[in-house]
């Protein structure tokens, strides 16, 4: 069964910086994409970014520029750097895995994600 772990999140200013990183086990970043989601209280959820096998990235248009996505296939963790954080960025955050789809269809739908871990809250004050 595939296991994702996501840490890193906490309270910052506005303006501050978060790396999130998703502990990955059970498969291997050759098979799957992975992405970010993000979901604010009375919000659905949102893709955010999204990385396939071979490194390619897709990222929604309110975090272009600010976030981005890795992985580190060595220490099987999906990155996100996000940085220039604002208020607006306040959410729970998700990683997701999928096999068949890409990370354009990630970003795009959230139910396009099969693999879920349980996120990991991140709180961006003015």
């Known amino acids: 069964q595939v296991q994702l772990a996501e840490s890193g999140g906490g309270s910052v200013q506005a303006g501050g910086s978060l790396r999130l990183s998703c502990a990955v086990s059970?498969?291997?970043?050759?098979?799957?994409?992975m992405g970010w989601f993000r979901q604010a209280p009375g919000k659905e959820r949102e893709g955010v970014a999204a990385?396939?096998?071979?490194?390619?990235?897709v990222y929604a248009d309110s975090v272009k520029d600010r976030f981005t996505i890795s992985h580190d296939s060595a220490e099987n963790t999906l990155y996100l750097q996000m940085n220039g954080l604002t208020p607006e960025d306040t959410a729970m955050y998700y990683c997701?895995?999928?096999?068949?789809?890409?990370?354009?269809?990630?970003?795009?739908?959230?139910?396009?994600?099969?693999?879920w871990g349980q996120g990991t809250k991140v709180t961006v004050s003015s």
């Open positions: 990385i396939d096998s071979d490194g390619n990235t």
């Open positions: 059970r498969f291997s970043f050759n098979s799957f994409s």
């Open positions: 997701a895995a999928d096999r068949g789809s890409g990370p354009a269809a990630l970003v795009r739908s959230h139910s396009a994600a099969r693999f």
